[in-house]
């Protein structure tokens, strides 16, 4: 006797063939709906959904409902562009949610990267990333206090690096890493994707054309729908 395909895996096959014919950003069934389709409990249901997320292949908004996700963005390592830039060359909107921004004091890893004696005032500025209203990223940046002025520009709509060039600081030059995290309760909520779903982490301590570090900050991406392309070079072997 042949084994029976377990309910979730009938569900996301259903939904996968969704996605396949709809848009970016198009509503799929919720929970309750596919529960009543399917005659399955609701943690079947979710547990279809939560498999689709951890792929990139749609998105949760709490309050709103189920979307089929952007298809992944790639960005090159070798190249310093705002997140606005980023997605305008691949045709993509890009927006914030602006979460938290105000004048607060630094601590030891925002002031170290910043070069900043110890408890100096930061700029720090939360906001959720998004591209075709599709959430992308939690960012968390950090500026020294002289920059405040960006907190007059409206974050929602409009670039950073935009902001920084008119107070006369210009983003030139960053080093960064990138590593990889699982989504908090919050993170999972604001991105759309189950607890524990990967990110991708990056750093980046970025200098103005002064060489004086203007920016310090970390994004962390939903791994699905954000790629990183890196280009190498093999060196000569030496001697």
Do not use: W
């Amino acid at each position: 006797m042949a084994a029976t395909t377990p309910a979730y895996q009938v569900i996301e096959r259903e939904l996968r063939q969704m996605i396949a014919e709809a848009k970016p950003g198009d509503h799929l069934p919720s929970d309750a709906e596919l529960c009543e389709r399917f005659g399955v409990s609701r943690m079947t249901a979710r547990q279809a959904v939560q498999r689709l997320a951890a792929d990139g292949l749609l998105y949760r908004v709490s309050g709103s409902g189920t979307f089929v996700a952007q298809v992944p963005v790639h960005r090159r390592m070798n190249t310093l562009l705002s997140f606005t830039d980023e997605m305008r060359r691949r045709g993509l909107t890009a927006s914030s949610v602006v979460l938290d921004a105000r004048v607060r004091t630094g601590v030891g890893n925002e002031v170290l990267a910043l070069r900043l004696p110890p408890r100096s005032a930061v700029v720090a500025i939360r906001r959720l990333r998004l591209a075709d209203n599709v959430p992308m990223a939690v960012e968390q940046v950090r500026l020294p206090a002289v920059c405040a002025g960006v907190l007059t520009a409206d974050l929602a709509s409009t670039s950073l690096f935009t902001a920084l060039e008119r107070i006369g600081r210009v983003p030139t030059l960053a080093y960064g890493t990138l590593t990889a995290a699982a989504a908090d309760a919050d993170e999972a909520d604001l991105l759309g994707v189950a607890v524990g779903a990967p990110l991708l982490v990056e750093q980046r301590t970025i200098h103005d054309q002064s060489e004086a570090p203007l920016e310090f900050t970390e994004s962390r991406y939903v791994g699905g729908r954000y790629l990183f392309d890196v280009e190498l070079l093999r060196q000569p072997p030496a001697g």
